[in-house]
């Protein structure tokens, strides 16, 4: 059953601390996306990669949030400093060739004091 | 204008009820769209697409007016199980996948 995987599932940090979110995407998937949800904003796209390249990241506080995609089957998040404000949860998805569907992981709760 | 609008609701319905929703958006070059389904505190799943004109699963039909750039969702005899909150999906100009607000659903006994 291939799934999308999101590590750690809930985060708890305090503010100034560096926190790093992990996604492995389905197999063979091409373009993974990172999206914020508050109950505010909705789901905020912050940043996506296609064939491991940074496609837009425009959706990224650039100052404090970083996207990577060291190798196919891993994608980073890392926000640092973190700051209150950034409490929401984070979700991965990928998406295979022509992008007909994108599966979500379960997200990372993160919550900053 | 945002890339795509929802009705945030809440839409508060009786078992059995017909309900709609609307989406908007901006992208007139988007050819497919998506209607995604989130449970509460769970990740959003793929509930329909739509390539055309519409389509129809069950109790759940889609339909794309292009003129108008507008999709809707259908939802007849309405189950419990159907509360949830119901995310359009458009493609955006870099071929991503944008979301809209959502339309929250509760669907009472």
């Known amino acids: 059953d291939a799934r999308v995987t999101q590590t750690p599932r809930d985060k708890v940090t305090e503010m100034g601390q560096e926190v790093t979110m992990r996604c492995q995407p389905i197999?063979?998937?091409?373009?993974v996306f990172w999206y914020r949800q508050t109950m505010m904003q909705g789901l905020e796209l912050l940043a996506y990669?296609?064939?491991?390249?940074?496609?837009?990241d425009s959706g990224m506080p650039k100052d404090r949030f970083s996207a990577e995609m060291p190798d196919a089957t891993l994608a980073t998040l890392k926000i640092q400093p973190s700051e209150p404000r950034d409490s929401a949860v984070y979700f991965c998805?990928?998406?295979?060739?022509?992008?007909?569907?994108?599966?979500f992981g379960q997200g990372t709760r993160l919550t900053v004091v | 204008r945002k890339e795509v609008e929802q009705d945030p609701g809440p839409f508060n319905v009786p078992e059995g009820a017909t309900v709609a929703f609307n989406c908007t958006y901006s992208?007139?070059?988007?050819?497919?769209f998506f209607w995604y389904r989130q449970d509460c505190r769970k990740e959003p799943k793929l509930l329909m697409s739509?390539?055309?004109s519409g389509n129809e699963d069950g109790r759940f039909t889609a339909q794309l007016n292009r003129a108008s750039q507008y999709i809707s969702l259908l939802i007849r005899d309405s189950k419990l199980s159907d509360s949830a909150t119901y995310l359009c999906?458009?493609?955006?100009?870099?071929?991503?996948?944008?979301f809209g607000p959502g339309t929250r659903l509760s669907v009472l006994p």
């Open positions: 999906v458009v493609p955006g100009y870099g071929q991503n996948f944008v």
């Open positions: 197999l063979g998937h091409n373009t």
């Open positions: 992208n007139s070059a988007s050819q497919s």
């Open positions: 998805a990928s998406a295979g060739q022509g992008g007909t569907e994108a599966f």
């Open positions: 739509v390539y055309s």
């Open positions: 990669f296609r064939n491991r390249a940074p496609l837009d």
